[in-house]
């Protein structure tokens, strides 16, 4: 099956710096998405981005499907935006259409 | 904006007994998913569910599991002996076209003890 892997693992930012997350897949999607888990746990969609280039705030997000990744930006960094960053994707082969997340990026924004 | 309504927020119960994970989807989603997650560790698929039948499943969802969609709004996550390892957080997604962006409830928390 499609391999997601994402990095680096874990980051410390002090607030109010730039960083950008990198999310590899092994073979062709459909469907990209970023997601932000809260310290509550809850999973919140930051960008569904099968390719091109998309900004909301101060985060943007790239994907080249052609060259399988996708960059998450995070600029001016907050400490509401400590917690896991998680990159998933869905094949486009076949009948399959389940999100298959990669391990994250644990983010740790320090005042 | 629609949201996808997860119950309970957390469910403690005793190893052995059954419980029911709900979900209501988006209304007028047609694709349902349920998603599990061992603390500090990434979201699994666990199925999928489309035309009131599973379309997909993970080697994870054995017989103890099972799903539902009971009436028009809910859909159900049944784990008929919980297991001290089915500790987890469980999300219910929902999509109304195949590969197109998958929108996540809050989740359940459950505690097996």
């Known amino acids: 099956g499609i391999q997601v892997e994402q990095s680096p693992p874990d980051l410390i930012l002090q607030e109010g710096a730039n960083s950008t997350l990198r999310c590899n897949f092994s073979d062709s999607v459909n469907n990209l998405q970023w997601f932000h888990q809260n310290p509550w746990g809850q999973l919140i969609n930051l960008f569904y981005?099968?390719?091109g280039t998309k900004q909301n705030g101060r985060l943007s997000a790239t994907t080249v499907a052609t060259e399988r990744y996708s960059l998450l930006y995070i600029s001016s960094s907050q400490t509401t935006g400590s917690g896991v960053y998680f990159c998933a994707v869905e094949g486009d082969g076949g009948a399959t259409n389940k999100l298959i997340f990669g391990t994250g990026t644990l983010l740790a924004v320090q005042p | 904006e629609p949201e996808v309504t997860q119950t309970p927020s957390h469910q403690v119960t005793q190893m052995g007994q059954e419980v029911i994970l709900r979900c209501v989807p988006i209304?007028?989603?047609?694709?349902f998913y349920w998603y599990r997650q061992i603390l500090g560790q990434k979201v699994e698929f666990l199925v999928s569910?489309?035309?009131?039948?599973?379309?997909?499943k993970s080697e994870i969802f054995d017989d103890q599991f099972s799903v539902e969609r009971p009436d028009g709004s809910n859909f159900t996550l049944k784990i008929r002996s919980t297991k001290l390892e089915d500790s987890a957080m469980y999300f219910c997604?929902?999509?109304?076209?195949?590969?197109?962006?998958?929108?996540f409830g809050a989740g359940t928390r459950l505690s097996v003890l």
């Open positions: 569910f489309y035309n009131n039948e599973i379309s997909e």
């Open positions: 997604a929902s999509t109304l076209l195949a590969k197109n962006i998958q929108y």
């Open positions: 981005i099968p390719s």
């Open positions: 209304s007028n989603h047609l694709y």
